[in-house]
């Protein structure tokens, strides 16, 4: 069995849309911005990333869903739009809504806060217990009697000040992702979306290609999630952008918001406005500004790459 090892994050099929035609990317490692050429084949993952070893349909189960399912279906839609499909029907909306939503939450930076999420309790109940049954725990949790510097020991790691990170599994992954994307596709597709098609400017995309703009008021960029957002942006080829509006920026809240949602999910409120240099410099700006390790851009756009990313070597 042809068992695939290296796992993308940003699919091959949107990497085309922002490479040469036959196929290269550049690409800009982050943070020593180190800049190469890349075939997108080769692009945009890691290895082994949902592998699930001695599954009986083979560890790299999900990473196979992925490309005869919700992406094959995505690369169909994308395809529609780059026509001049806008807006799209309510059935094609919700899929590429699953498809951004799914995209916020595949890559390994999403695992880390897991961890650092599962660490954070197990040291918050770790912090309640007393120092003989903290000895007792740590013990059973090693399966063994612990020595006084063992113990010790694991206090020291449970409360660094770095905090704790307890690993998760590409399965624990894969199990949030089928918990928790329905919900985030849902309050995506209850925005009014806005196609942003662009003529002389060009986006880039990224290994986190969601981003997420705050509202402009004090503390509000504390704690932005997908449903308090004012903007959520997503680069869907070098020529095309989406931005998911707020649906109750400015609403009256007398306004039947119902209504409203319904509406906006349906698409009837969706519209387009023309790409211009500050939208492509805002969107560029704050998708290098949320990648974890890399950016992608066509190899002709380097002069769009944001100043303080571009490749320095």
Same mark, same amino acid.
């Given at each position: 069995?042809?068992?695939?090892?290296?796992?993308?994050?940003?699919?091959?099929?949107?990497?085309?849309?922002?490479?040469?035609?036959?196929?290269?990317?550049?690409?800009?490692?982050?943070?020593?911005?180190?800049?190469?050429?890349?075939?997108?084949?080769?692009?945009?993952?890691?290895?082994?990333?949902?592998?699930?070893?001695?599954?009986?349909?083979?560890?790299?189960?999900?990473?196979?869903?992925?490309?005869?399912?919700?992406?094959?279906?995505?690369?169909?839609?994308?395809?529609?739009?780059?026509?001049?499909?806008?807006?799209?029907?309510?059935?094609?909306?919700?899929?590429?809504?699953?498809?951004?939503?799914?995209?916020?939450?595949?890559?390994?930076?999403?695992?880390? &806060?897991?961890? /650092?999420?599962? !660490?954070?309790? %197990?040291?918050? @109940?770790?912090?309640? *217990?007393?120092?003989?049954?903290?000895?007792?725990?740590?013990?059973?949790?090693?399966?063994?009697?612990?020595?006084?510097?063992?113990?010790?020991?694991?206090?020291?790691?449970?409360?660094?000040?770095?905090?704790?990170?307890?690993?998760?599994?590409?399965?624990?992954?894969?199990?949030?992702?089928?918990?928790?994307?329905?919900?985030?596709?849902?309050?995506?597709?209850?925005?009014?979306?806005?196609?942003?098609?662009?003529?002389?400017?060009?986006?880039?995309?990224?290994?986190?290609?969601?981003?997420?703009?705050?509202?402009? &008021?004090?503390? /509000?960029?504390? !704690?932005?999630? %997908?449903?308090? @957002?004012?903007?959520? *942006?997503?680069?869907?080829?070098?020529?095309?952008?989406?931005?998911?509006?707020?649906?109750?920026?400015?609403?009256?809240?007398?306004?039947?918001?119902?209504?409203?949602?319904?509406?906006?999910?349906?698409?009837?409120?969706?519209?387009?406005?023309?790409?211009?240099?500050?939208?492509?410099?805002?969107?560029?700006?704050?998708?290098?500004?949320?990648?974890?390790?890399?950016?992608?851009?066509?190899?002709?756009?380097?002069?769009?790459?944001?100043?303080?990313?571009?490749?320095?070597?």
């Amino acid at each position: 069995m042809n068992v695939a090892k290296y796992h993308h994050i940003n699919p091959q099929f949107v990497l085309r849309r922002f490479a040469t035609e036959d196929e290269w990317v550049r690409v800009i490692r982050l943070p020593g911005r180190t800049g190469y050429s890349s075939l997108v084949e080769n692009t945009g993952g890691e290895n082994h990333l949902y592998s699930i070893p001695e599954h009986p349909s083979g560890s790299d189960v999900f990473e196979k869903a992925l490309g005869s399912g919700l992406e094959g279906e995505t690369s169909a839609i994308f395809d529609r739009v780059r026509d001049g499909e806008w807006p799209l029907p309510q059935d094609a909306r919700d899929t590429l809504a699953e498809f951004v939503a799914l995209q916020m939450l595949r890559g390994p930076e999403r695992r880390r &806060q897991m961890e /650092s999420a599962m !660490g954070e309790i %197990v040291s918050k @109940a770790a912090g309640q *217990l007393s120092k003989e049954d903290f000895a007792r725990w740590a013990s059973d949790t090693a399966g063994r009697p612990l020595t006084d510097k063992e113990v010790e020991e694991r206090r020291a790691l449970i409360f660094s000040p770095a905090g704790l990170s307890i690993p998760q599994t590409a399965r624990d992954h894969i199990e949030m992702m089928g918990e928790t994307t329905g919900e985030v596709a849902g309050f995506l597709a209850s925005r009014p979306w806005t196609l942003v098609p662009f003529t002389d400017r060009s986006l880039i995309t990224s290994d986190a290609p969601v981003s997420l703009v705050a509202h402009k &008021q004090p503390g /509000s960029g504390l !704690g932005v999630g %997908v449903r308090t @957002a004012r903007l959520v *942006l997503y680069p869907m080829s070098r020529s095309i952008g989406i931005v998911m509006r707020d649906p109750f920026d400015g609403r009256n809240p007398t306004d039947d918001l119902r209504n409203f949602v319904e509406k906006a999910r349906s698409g009837v409120l969706d519209d387009r406005s023309p790409g211009t240099a500050d939208i492509e410099r805002s969107m560029n700006a704050r998708t290098a500004a949320h990648a974890v390790s890399n950016i992608y851009h066509h190899p002709d756009d380097a002069e769009f790459v944001p100043s303080d990313y571009r490749e320095t070597q």
